[in-house]
Nanobody
Framework: QVQLVESGGGLVQAGGSLTLSCVVS????????MTWYRQTPGNQRDLVAR???????NYADSVKGRFTISRDNAMNTVYLQMNSLKPEDTAVYYC???????????????WGQGTQVTVSS
């Protein structure tokens, strides 16, 4: 069984910073792409930032220059450093990972439970 557990959300004033973490545990052979998404009520879940196993990253235009995604492959953990936060960054942030449970096994998508980020003006 695979689990993704996010942490680090909270309430912060505009201009402030937060760092989100997502730890992957369980029956893991390999973790490929790790992605942060965010969702506000009534809206779809949108990609925020993505990082491959080799460290290649890409970001939503709305967060470029403010957010940084990184990962610790040894710890199966992905981070999202969020700086210069804006009220429009308020959302539930979800971690997603493509995980293989064994050599030769296909990769499957897993989600965390989400962590709330609220940015006050």
């Amino acid at each position: 069984q695979v689990q993704l557990v996010e942490s680090g959300g909270g309430l912060v004033q505009a201009g402030g910073s937060l760092t989100l973490s997502c730890v992957v545990s369980g029956s893991i052979f390999s973790v490929y792409v790790m992605t942060w998404y965010r969702q506000t009520p009534g809206n779809q879940r949108d990609l925020v930032a993505r990082i491959t196993g080799g460290g290649r990253t890409n970001y939503a235009d709305s967060v470029k220059g403010r957010f940084t995604i990184s990962r610790d492959n040894a710890m199966n953990t992905v981070y999202l450093q969020m700086n210069s936060l804006k009220p429009e960054d308020t959302a539930v942030y979800y971690c997603n990972a493509e995980i293989s449970a064994g050599s030769g096994s296909k990769f499957s998508n897993y989600w965390g439970q989400g962590t709330q980020v609220t940015v006050s003006s």
